[in-house]
Structures are given as structure tokens and as C-alpha cells.
């Protein structure tokens, strides 16, 4: 029953982590790359992808689809670019939410009265998280490498999405929108399904030994921190990302990674692989 959570490279993991499903699907629309996960998309009445890198207006080491606003680049460009992404995944664009990321595990509750905040609006306070169950809005978290979790309750009909970076995971944001889910909307983390998105992988995220001192207090169960031969410490944030939801209540079968490192995939950014020159993605999750 008991086996890892995902094929390691190498075959040098102890199995302590239930397995979870993993997969991902991609697609061209209009040139603009969108990934996503087939566990969430079985579930009727949710939407949800993450943006590639394909599609839109950036130059240089923004090319092309850059969609953060915290970087060096030009506001109008971001913008167009968000209306091109909005176009290909059917998102209405005036109708989305952003979070303000502070590597922290703040998660706010949104509604239709936050539509437009950090775009067309005064950005929310900061937060790494949010919850709704409004299907007038769609949830956005940017990223470039750290995860995000998506959270769908298909028997209260809420959702939550998470931007989730080491510190974001090493804090429990999962639990922390678990509760937030529970608290607001009455949900049963028994009926979450979850999906963790594309970001760095355990092979490519290498720490130094506070972090990973760090990550072995936190989560003394599982193996989630990895010692090589002649090689700094690195860290599965995957792993750690599934055993956050699975002590919080939620089931092992309704956990799902995407799989796909953004540090080893060229039509991603990724903030580890460019050093910091780098553009940034964005996940989305909706009701319908
Ligand atoms: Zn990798």
C-alpha cells in the first residue's frame, strides 16, 4: 500500500508516501501553450490549467507569454499578454483575481467584489492563497518553479489555489487552504481533489543544509530530504506538497501531480535554470 510518490531517477528512495496519480496533458491555442492535469479535468463543472511560455508579446528573456507583474518589464506587455492567455483558456478577462505573493501562507477568501485586483485594480493585501466558491471569478497564483496547488470540492462546489514556493510548502499552505475550504465553505477534506502543478522537481531543486535541515524537522516521516554523494542536499517539494494534504485529511486518491519540472522544460520559465532573468506563469482555477 505504502509505496514512493513518484519514479525517482534513481532508485534510492524509501517507499513512505501512498502513491499518487500523475500526469499532464498540453495544448496549443492560438500559440498560447496551456498545461493541465487529467485527474482535475474529470471533474465537471471546474476549470483549470497553467500557462506555458508560447503566445504572447515579451522579448528578450521574457519571450513570450510573461505573465508577472513583479518583474522588470513593461506593464502593457503583461497586460496583452493576460488577454491572449485569457482568450485561449476561455477566461473572462476582466473577471479574475490575483494573488499578491509573499512566500508566506496567508489564504484569503474572494468573491465577485475582488474581480479585477492586481491588474486592473489596487493588487489584494498579501496572500499566496485563495479560496472562492463565486463562479463569477477566476482564481490566478503566479509561479516560476514553486508549485501550485489546486483545490477543488466538487460536493460543496468551492475551490482554492495556492502559490506554494519552499516556504510556502514548508509552512502547510496546502492545510492552511484545507482549513480555509473547511472553515468557509463546510467542506469535508475527504471530498478535496487536489493537484499539485508544474514546478521544480527533487532532482533539479537543490538546497542549502539550513534548508534542508529545515525540511527534515518539518516532516521527519518521509524522506523528503535527499542526500548524494558529493552533492548539496535537494529537496522533494512534490512529496512534501502530498503529505501536507494527506495529514490534512484529504485522500491519497484524490491527490494528483502534473510531473512536469519547470527547470527541465524549455517551454516553461523557470527562476532556478535562468538565474533570476526569467518570465513568469500563471495557474488558473475556476467554477463553471
Ligand atoms: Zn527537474
Known amino acids: 500500500m505504502i509505496q514512493s510518490m513518484q519514479e525517482t531517477k534513481r532508485n534510492d528512495r524509501k517507499q513512505v508516501v501512498p502513491v499518487i496519480s500523475r500526469g499532464s496533458k498540453f495544448r496549443f491555442v492560438n500559440g498560447v ?100 466558491n463565486d463562479p463569477s471569478i477566476t482564481l490566478i497564483t503566479g509561479h516560476a518553479d514553486c508549485m501550485a496547488f489546486y483545490c477543488i470540492d466538487p460536493v460543496k462546489r468551492c475551490i482554492g489555489l495556492a502559490h506554494a514556493g519552499w516556504r510556502g510548502a514548508l509552512g502547510r499552505i496546502g492545510a492552511v487552504v484545507v482549513k480555509g475550504l473547511s472553515n468557509h465553505y463546510g467542506s469535508n477534506p475527504k471530498d478535496l481533489v487536489i493537484g499539485i502543478g508544474p514546478s521544480i522537481c527533487p532532482d533539479c531543486f537543490e538546497v542549502g543544509s539550513n534548508v534542508a535541515g529545515e525540511f527534515a524537522a518539518a516532516f521527519p516521516d518521509i524522506p523528503c530530504v535527499l542526500e548524494r554523494p558529493d552533492q548539496k542536499p535537494h529537496v522533494d517539494l512534490w512529496m512534501v506538497a502530498a503529505k501536507q494534504f494527506l495529514d490534512a485529511g484529504v485522500l ?6 502534473s510531473g512536469v519540472c519547470t527547470a527541465e522544460t524549455h517551454r516553461l520559465y523557470s527562476h532556478r535554470r535562468d538565474r533570476g532573468r526569467t518570465g513568469g506563469m500563471a495557474a488558473y482555477l475556476r467554477i463553471l
Not at 471546474?46 to 504572447?56: L, V
Not at 528578450?60 to 493576460?82: I, K, M, Q
Not at 491519497?252 to 501531480?257: A, D, F, G, R
Open 33 to 132: 501553450g496551456i498545461y493541465t492535469m487529467p485527474a482535475l479535468e474529470r471533474l465537471a463543472g471546474f476549470d483549470h490549467g497553467f500557462s506555458a511560455r508560447s503566445g504572447g508579446v515579451s522579448e528578450g528573456f521574457f519571450t513570450s507569454l510573461n505573465l508577472s507583474f513583479t518583474r522588470p518589464e513593461s506593464r502593457d506587455n503583461v497586460v496583452e499578454n493576460y488577454r491572449r492567455f485569457c482568450r485561449a483558456a476561455q477566461i473572462p478577462f476582466d473577471r479574475m483575481v490575483m494573488d499578491s505573493y509573499a512566500h508566506e501562507t496567508t489564504v484569503l477568501c474572494v468573491d465577485g467584489r475582488d474581480a479585477g485586483k492586481g491588474y486592473l485594480r489596487d493588487p489584494l493585501p498579501s496572500c499566496d492563497g485563495l479560496i472562492t
Open 252 to 257: 491519497p486518491e484524490h491527490i494528483s501531480l
